[in-house]
Nanobody, 121 residues
Framework: QVQLVESGGGLVQAGGSLRLSCAAS????????MGWYRQAPGKQRELVAA???????NYADSVKGRFTISTNIAKNTVYLQMNSLKPEDTAVYYC???????????????WGQGTQVTFSS
């Protein structure tokens, strides 16, 4: 069994910052990609940022220059530093991991339970 546990969401004001964390644990051989998605009310879930085991990153255009994704590979943890937050960043943020299990070549996708980021005026 694999679990992704997120933390760090909350209320934020204009121009504020938040740092999200997500730790993966359980039956993991290696993690190939970790990332953050978000879903605002009435909208589809969208990619915010992703990072590969090799360190390659991918960001949504709407967050480039404001958000930074990073990892601590030894701890199977991914972070999302969010700066200059805007009202449109309000959403539930979900952690995602694509990983391998021991003795298994199949890539599994796992999701966290989600953490709410709300813009407060």
């Amino acid at each position: 069994q694999v679990q992704l546990v997120e933390s760090g969401g909350g209320l934020v004001q204009a121009g504020g910052s938040l740092r999200l964390s997500c730790a993966a644990s359980g039956n993991i051989f290696s993690i190939n990609t970790m990332g953050w998605y978000r879903q605002a009310p009435g909208k589809q879930r969208e990619l915010v940022a992703a990072i590969t085991i090799g360190g390659s990153t991918n960001y949504a255009d709407s967050v480039k220059g404001r958000f930074t994704i990073s990892t601590n590979i030894a701890k199977n943890t991914v972070y999302l530093q969010m700066n200059s937050l805007k009202p449109e960043d309000t959403a539930v943020y979900y952690c995602h991991a694509r990983l391998l299990k021991p003795w298994d070549s199949y890539e599994y996708d796992y999701w966290g339970q989600g953490t709410q980021v709300t813009f407060s005026s």
